[in-house]
């Protein structure tokens, strides 16, 4: 159509409206304007072709699938109209006030072509607005006479509701400020008033503290035996919960009410999964704890502070049973919560006693304290698994309007659970990922979903790396939408100040390190570069480091990669920047005192990668006390003539050994040919305490593997056997630390593992570079007790005497 029409039909000498100018951003953009001409209308403009194909829609839109809106195609506007509020004067085109009702960007299907989609009469439109949202579709109608005439027409989805929509309601209501409507009406869809997180409890007289259910919120309108349930985007909830609705209808009062519907279990303990499969033989009871009322009797209650709103909610419910008045007390926050964490509870909810109610808006005056944290995440898709429905979902958030990556969630799942799950994911699959930044799956096949279901998961921690620690998967919101995402609980943005800089300089927690070669070749074999090793300990960092502060530090360097010969060196004298950590130890061989660098921080291990330290090799004991190790060591360290197989069978009779034993011992692979066995001391014993009781076991493991073990220091009279070593506790000596990378083919790592992992078959490349960040965030750290528990070493000799 162009602008031709547009142009023709105006002069703007005479009207404030934009000029006909065509542009080709293409951006998707949509605004809906209120016309106040001779008859009210709503324009409809969608930004096609580098133009505003536009609509005038009588009645305006509507969030009702019920709702055919006859929608009246219009001349094209110039994109510039997409912000065009104000008069335009009599006797011009359009004349009258003209306001902007809504606006944002909307999705058509992504293997649809736009433009043929609007030549053909047949638009998918999926909205992102702050009133319009979710789903549509603009239809051209059949009839030739009135080729002019489509249907705006809204689809079932998270956005949709059954309630009466009146877009002059909206727009009477727009220019109110925050948290007050003009007036509440009874028919009025009310979004909910929702609670800030905040990380600690308190006790203050001026509030007041409920229990957090862990439910799906509901908004009750409730007037002459009739109910509507709906959820925060105006859902019905009405054939999901029937129940529900005969029991409120005993109500014989005008009301809305606010309330979290809940399954609980015997203990009165709610179970988010049960509730999203909810019917008549779920297990459990169906509860609606109603915690605020905002209507009654013809009279809004927003304005009313809290403690008065909910003095009048238990005469409201006294004759119901499932409706139930949510209690609260007073003050004394800090105890509250403990009962509630202490009864298997969430948490609890801290609201300021004398606040109003401002629908639809996040205060602080309504504070959620949790045990845990959770996130709401869109599914961007899913893992492929041979063992079970998928493997995993690949999860985002929406962040500053992109969507990011954060992580994978496999577990929290019944078998019920993931099919029903998998039925939703196959009819959003898409063919290619839609993060703009495609994640790193580690090798794993993905199946990409378009993201629109919203899942809750409980998580232990943020990664440095922005990824979700041991994430569980709780349920799918479906009473919430992908634009409605709470996201109080996304760490700050990881800053992109470990890349180096034009100068070669990373910023690290404040320190520049300085970073040269980058792209020189460490391991020939696969092509890895000096900057994969980098970005690899940075990954890590917030894993090995407990196993390298305070600790003196061997640098074995390999500044030419693994192929070239590399060298030790204790010494750190002329090295170190002015930020680094050092500590001078004597040196009775040297005669003099040895300067060792110390790993203190993030800064200082990236420091040594660049030295070309591959592998970080501290010692067994902290500055604070030198003389007495962490820990006691036993290297199964085999010969050319063994297998790693037989390492395994050794290292697990050692293990039966200790538990026979009662001993607690850790393991992880040596990352070159052996495995490590582990003994918390926590610096409690000498280091001669440490390797005496070390060479007793190492003897006990010999009786039992004598085949195939030896203790001969002297290489040639081991045999070709595995060595049983128990001299690494020695003051200075020092072994591969846990996470670090070797200076072997493969770039293994040397890798913790639990016992339970140890089986014939296992290589030490199973561990490397590449999956050692994927297995941290989905393990952690599984070596984390060993620094902080101590084994009795007399008690353990008593147990020892009796096998």
Same mark, same amino acid.
């Given at each position: 159509m162009?602008?031709?029409?547009?142009?023709g039909?105006?002069?703007?000498?005479?009207t404030?409206?934009?000029?006909?100018?065509?542009?080709?951003?293409n951006?998707?953009r949509?605004?809906?304007?209120?016309?106040?001409?001779?008859?009210?209308?709503?324009?409809?403009?969608?930004?096609?072709?580098?133009?505003?194909?536009?609509?005038?829609?009588?009645?305006?839109?509507?969030?009702?699938?019920?709702?055919?809106?006859?929608?009246?195609?219009?001349?094209?506007?110039?994109?510039k109209?997409?912000?065009?509020?104000?008069?335009?004067?009599?006797?011009?085109?359009?004349?009258?006030?003209?306001?902007?009702?809504d606006?944002?960007?909307?999705?058509?299907?992504?293997?649809?072509?736009?433009?043929?989609?609007?030549?053909?009469?047949?638009?998918?439109?999926?909205?992102?607005?702050?009133?319009?949202?979710?789903?549509?579709?603009?239809?051209?109608?059949?009839?030739?006479?009135?080729?002019?005439?489509?249907?705006?027409?809204?689809?079932?989805?998270?956005?949709?509701?059954e309630?009466?929509?009146?877009?002059?309601?909206?727009?009477?209501?727009?220019?109110?400020?925050e948290?007050?409507?003009?007036?509440?009406?009874?028919?009025?869809?009310?979004?909910?008033?929702?609670?800030?997180?905040?990380?600690?409890?308190?006790?203050?007289?001026?509030?007041?503290y409920?229990?957090?259910?862990?439910g799906y919120?509901?908004?009750?309108?409730?007037?002459?035996?009739?109910?509507?349930?709906?959820?925060?985007?105006?859902?019905?909830?009405?054939?999901?919960?029937?129940?529900l609705?005969?029991?409120?209808?005993?109500?014989?009062?005008?009301?809305?009410?606010?309330?979290?519907?809940?399954?609980?279990?015997?203990?009165?303990?709610?179970?988010?999964?049960?509730l999203?499969?909810?019917d008549?033989?779920?297990?459990?009871?169906?509860?609606?704890?109603?915690?605020?009322?905002?209507?009654?009797?013809?009279?809004?209650?927003?304005?009313?502070?809290l403690?008065e709103?909910?003095?009048?909610?238990?005469?409201?419910?006294?004759?119901?049973?499932?409706?139930?008045?949510?209690?609260?007390?007073?003050?004394?926050?800090?105890?509250?919560?403990?009962?509630?964490?202490?009864a298997?509870?969430?948490?609890?909810?801290?609201?300021?006693?004398d606040?109003?109610?401002?629908?639809?808006?996040?205060?602080?005056?309504?504070?959620?304290?949790? *045990?845990?944290?959770?996130?709401?995440? $869109?599914? !961007?898709?899913? /893992?492929? =698994? &041979?063992?079970?429905?998928? %493997?995993? #979902?690949?999860?985002?958030?929406?962040?500053?309007?992109?969507?990011?990556?954060?992580?994978?969630?496999?577990?929290g799942?019944?078998?019920?659970?993931r099919?029903?799950?998998?039925?939703?994911?196959?009819?959003?699959?898409?063919?290619?990922?839609?993060?703009?930044?495609?994640?790193?799956?580690?090798?794993?096949? *993905?199946?990409?979903?378009?993201?629109? $279901?919203? !899942?809750?998961? /409980?998580? =232990? &921690?943020?990664?440095?790396? %922005?990824? #979700?620690?041991?994430?569980?998967f709780?349920?799918?919101?479906?009473?919430?939408?992908?634009?409605e995402?709470?996201?109080?609980?996304?760490?700050e943005?990881?800053?992109?100040?470990?890349?180096?800089?034009?100068d070669?300089?990373?910023?690290?927690?404040?320190?520049?390190?300085?970073?040269?070669?980058?792209?020189?070749?460490?391991?020939?074999?696969?092509? $890895?570069?000096?900057?994969?090793?980098?970005?690899y300990?940075?990954?890590?960092?917030?894993?090995?480091?407990?196993?390298?502060?305070?600790?003196?530090?061997?640098?074995?360097?390999?500044?030419?990669?693994?192929?070239?010969?590399?060298?030790?060196?204790?010494?750190?004298?002329?090295?170190?920047?002015?930020w680094?950590?050092?500590?001078?130890?004597?040196?009775?061989?040297?005669?003099?005192?040895?300067?060792?660098?110390?790993?203190?921080?993030e800064?200082?291990?990236?420091?040594?990668?660049?030295?070309?330290?591959?592998?970080?090799?501290?010692w067994?004991?902290?500055?604070?006390?030198?003389?007495?190790p962490?820990?006691?060591?036993?290297?199964?360290?085999?010969?050319?003539?063994?297998?790693?197989?037989?390492?395994?069978?050794?290292?697990?009779?050692?293990?039966?050994?200790?538990?026979?034993?009662?001993?607690?011992?850790w393991?992880?692979?040596?990352?070159?040919?052996?495995?490590?066995i582990?003994i918390?001391?926590?610096?409690?014993?000498?280091?001669e305490?440490?390797?005496?009781?070390?060479?007793?076991l190492?003897?006990?493991?010999?009786?039992?593997?004598g085949?195939?073990?030896?203790?001969e220091?002297?290489?040639?009279?081991?045999?070709?056997?595995?060595?049983l070593?128990?001299?690494?506790?020695?003051?200075?000596?020092?072994?591969a630390?846990?996470?670090?990378?070797?200076?072997?083919?493969?770039?293994?790592?040397?890798?913790?593992?639990?016992?339970?992992e140890?089986?014939?078959?296992?290589k030490?490349?199973?561990?490397n570079?590449?999956n050692?960040?994927?297995?941290?965030?989905e393990?952690?750290?599984?070596?984390?007790?060993?620094?902080?528990?101590?084994?009795?070493?007399?008690?353990?000799?008593?147990?020892?005497?009796?096998?």
């Open positions: 162009g602008l031709d029409d547009y142009i039909k105006r002069d703007f000498k005479k404030p409206e934009p000029g006909g100018e065509i542009s080709r951003e951006k998707h949509f605004v809906i304007q209120r016309h106040q001409a001779s008859r009210l209308h709503y324009d409809l403009r969608l930004e096609i072709d580098g133009v505003l194909k536009s609509w005038a829609v009588p009645k305006g839109p509507s969030m009702n699938p019920k709702d055919k809106r006859l929608a009246i195609q219009t001349e094209d506007h110039p994109i109209y997409l912000h065009f509020e104000g008069s335009i004067p009599e006797g011009n085109y359009g004349a009258g006030e003209m306001s902007i009702w606006e944002g960007q909307f999705d058509t299907p992504a293997s649809k072509d736009l433009l043929k989609q609007y030549k053909s009469g047949n638009l998918k439109l999926t909205f992102k607005g702050n009133k319009l949202r979710g789903e549509f579709a603009l239809v051209r109608t059949s009839r030739k006479e009135k080729k002019n005439h489509w249907l705006l027409i809204k689809k079932q989805d998270t956005f949709s509701t309630l009466e929509y009146d877009a002059e309601e909206l727009a009477e209501r727009s220019g109110s400020q948290g007050k409507l003009v007036e509440l009406k009874f028919k009025d869809p009310v979004k909910p008033m929702l609670a800030s997180s905040t990380g600690k409890i308190f006790n203050d007289p001026e509030w007041i409920e229990l957090k259910y862990d919120r509901v908004i009750a309108h409730v007037y002459k035996g009739k109910v509507e349930l709906h959820s925060r985007n105006g859902i019905s909830y009405n054939s999901k919960f029937p129940q609705v005969r029991d409120l209808e005993q109500v014989p009062h005008e009301a809305i009410l606010d309330g979290e519907v809940v399954v609980v279990n015997k203990n009165g303990i709610p179970d988010f999964q049960k999203q499969n909810y008549n033989g779920t297990p459990g009871a169906l509860k609606f704890f109603v915690f605020d009322m905002l209507f009654l009797n013809g009279h809004s209650m927003l304005d009313l502070e403690l709103r909910k003095s009048l909610i238990p005469e409201v419910l006294e004759d119901t049973e499932i409706a139930t008045y949510c209690d609260h007390v007073e003050g004394m926050g800090t105890a509250f919560y403990q009962k509630a964490i202490n298997g509870m969430e948490g609890v909810i801290a609201k300021k006693a606040s109003t109610y401002s629908p639809g808006y996040r205060t602080e005056k309504w504070l959620k304290i949790k *045990a845990s944290n959770s996130l709401e995440c $869109l599914i !961007c898709g899913y /893992t492929y =698994s &041979e063992a079970a429905v998928f %493997g995993s #979902l690949i999860l985002g958030v929406i962040r500053e309007g992109e969507l990011e990556y954060v992580g994978n969630c496999g577990t799942f019944s078998d019920k659970a099919n029903n799950l998998l039925e939703k994911m196959k009819p959003l699959k898409i063919k290619t990922s839609a993060f703009k930044e495609k994640p790193d799956l580690k090798g794993r096949q *993905a199946n990409w979903i378009k993201p629109s $279901l919203v !899942c809750e998961v /409980t998580f =232990s &921690e943020w990664t440095m790396a %922005g990824r #979700l620690r041991h994430p569980v709780k349920g799918l919101r479906e009473d919430k939408s992908s634009e995402l709470n996201n109080e609980n996304l760490p943005k990881k800053k992109k100040n470990k890349k180096a800089d034009s070669n300089v990373l910023e690290i927690d404040g320190n520049r390190v300085k970073v040269t070669n980058l792209d020189k070749v460490y391991w020939p074999d696969s092509g $890895l570069r000096k900057y994969d090793l980098i970005d300990y940075i990954k890590v960092s917030e894993y090995i480091l407990p196993y390298l502060k305070d600790r003196p530090q061997n640098l074995h360097r390999h500044p030419n990669g693994i192929e070239k010969d590399g060298f030790y060196q204790k010494d750190s004298e002329g090295l170190h920047e002015s680094l950590e050092t500590t001078s130890i004597y040196s009775k061989s040297a005669r003099r005192d040895i300067e060792y660098l110390l790993c203190q921080n800064a200082s291990l990236i420091y040594m990668a660049n030295l070309g330290c591959i592998e970080i090799n501290p067994n004991s902290r500055i604070q006390n030198l003389d007495k962490d820990y006691a060591v036993i290297d199964l360290d085999p010969s050319d003539k063994n297998s790693f197989d037989e390492v395994i069978e050794v290292a697990q009779a050692g293990h039966e050994i200790l538990e026979k034993a009662k001993i607690d011992a393991l992880k692979t040596s990352g070159s040919s052996g495995l490590h582990y918390p001391l926590n610096a409690g014993y000498t280091y305490e440490a390797r005496d009781f070390t060479k007793l190492c003897y006990f493991i010999q009786e039992e593997t085949k195939l073990t030896s203790m220091r002297a290489v040639k009279n081991r045999k070709g056997k595995i060595y070593d128990y001299l690494q506790n020695r003051r200075g000596q020092t072994l630390s846990a996470y670090c990378v070797r200076p072997k083919r493969g770039a293994p790592v040397s890798a913790p593992l639990q016992w339970k140890l089986k014939k078959g296992m030490i490349t199973d561990f570079i590449h050692m960040p994927e297995r941290l965030e393990k952690g750290d599984i070596f984390k007790k060993l620094l902080s528990e101590r084994t009795d070493i007399e008690k353990a000799l008593g147990r020892l005497d009796k096998l």
